[in-house]
């Protein structure tokens, strides 16, 4: 868990879990020519969640939240761009991902460092 967003970023519990297999088949058929935005995944998945009548409420995060599992897993090569989630087996565009994250993880290690200079 990652301290200030504990409930984010703690390991999925069941009920998520549950809802990777379903996340992953609707991935599936998304390319870069066809991806698909965040509120759409969201608004997909609350109508599955209430047609099963399953309490759960599905959010952004916790897409992300989702999205880092099946990533880490290495379950499926998902890709997430301004346009929205695909999945590809282009290599280009899977190590250009990775330099993507890896570019993310480092300014919030810059800004963490900047933090350290009040203390």
Excluded: W
């Excluded at 991806?35 to 959010?59: E, G, Q």
């Excluded at 880490?72 to 290599?91: C, E, M, R």
């Excluded at 280009?92 to 203390?119: P, V, Y």
């Amino acid at each position: 868990m990652i301290k200030n967003f504990e409930e984010h970023t703690a390991e999925l519990n069941e009920l998520e879990l549950l809802l990777i297999p379903n996340l992953i088949n609707g991935f599936k058929n998304k390319t870069k020519q066809n991806p698909i935005k965040a509120p759409d995944i969201v608004k997909a998945m609350n109508v599955f969640l209430s047609n099963k009548k399953m309490k759960l409420k599905f959010t952004e995060p916790k897409l992300r939240k989702c999205v880092n599992h099946i990533r880490k897993n290495g379950l499926i090569p998902l890709i997430a761009t301004s346009n929205g989630y695909y999945v590809t087996n282009d290599k280009d565009e899977i190590l250009a991902q990775i330099e993507s994250l890896t570019q993310r993880a480092n300014s919030m290690l810059a800004g963490a460092s900047g933090l350290n200079k009040f203390l």
